[in-house]
């Protein structure tokens, strides 16, 4: 079956690091850029970090930058996103995602998410 | 950073109307548009990307138009399977921005 399934997310104290990963089944997941949505439960959604084909390329929101770090590793068919310097701010589902082929912004595929609860 | 601006934010409507929702960038981002529907408790659903072009098995009766800074969504004739939230997203540079979303509901 085709599919993101992530995983990894926990209870963590403000400060605290957590890492989500996102497995990939079914497809090659070297081929893609992937990206990484949140959204509090219950509010809109929020566009987190994104990587190229080959991990050398990056992006972050601004909310993120400098506390998280996406990566990824094609051999294991698997997205990373480390989470440090924690804030309660970032409580939320996160989500992974696959991008359009041609359209690397555009998400076509999504994994069910992961809750990550920030509090002391 | 580019904000993205849907109206309505809710909207009620019956099994077989019309229904368009807008979205209105900050500054021009030409045909960089996609279109999502996410049901309770699920992960959002890609129905147009490029502004108006139609996500591998989505039904025909969604279409999306516009470039520049406006931009429509369109459900031709609503199913009860259409009641949901619907968000846009720009994909013009990043950071990446989502509108505030639309919820759907029955009339």
């Known amino acids: 079956e085709v599919q993101l399934v992530e995983s990894g997310g926990d209870l963590v104290q403000p400060g605290g690091s957590l890492r989500l990963s996102c497995a990939a089944s079914?497809?090659?997941?070297?081929?893609?850029?992937m990206h990484w949505v949140r959204q509090v439960p219950g509010k809109g959604l929020e566009w987190v970090s994104r990587?190229?084909?080959?991990?050398?390329?990056?992006g972050y929101a601004v909310s993120v930058k400098g506390r998280f770090t996406i990566s990824r590793d094609n051999a294991k068919n698997t997205l990373y996103l480390q989470m440090n310097s924690l804030r309660v701010e970032d409580t939320a589902v996160y989500f992974c995602?696959?991008?359009?082929?041609?359209?690397?912004?555009?998400?076509?595929?999504w994994g069910q998410g992961t809750m990550v609860p920030v509090s002391s | 950073d580019i904000q993205m601006t849907q109206s309505p934010s809710s909207l009620f409507a019956s099994v077989g109307d019309r229904v368009t929702i807008t979205c209105r960038a900050s500054?021009?981002?030409?045909?960089?548009l996609n279109w999502y529907q996410q049901k309770q408790g699920k992960a959002p659903k890609l129905l147009i990307y490029?502004?108006?072009s139609l996500q591998s098995g989505v039904a025909s009766r969604v279409s999306g138009s516009g470039s520049g800074t406006d931009f429509t969504l369109t459900i031709s004739s609503l199913q009860p399977e259409d009641f949901a939230t619907y968000y846009c997203?720009?994909?013009?540079?990043?950071?990446?921005?989502f509108g505030q979303g639309t919820k759907l509901e029955i009339k």
């Open positions: 995602a696959r991008a359009v082929p041609w359209s690397e912004g555009a998400f076509e595929m």
């Open positions: 079914g497809f090659n997941l070297r081929s893609y850029w």
């Open positions: 990587i190229n084909v080959d991990g050398r390329s990056t």
């Open positions: 500054q021009s981002i030409s045909s960089y």
């Open positions: 490029a502004a108006s």
């Open positions: 997203q720009q994909s013009y540079s990043t950071p990446y921005s």
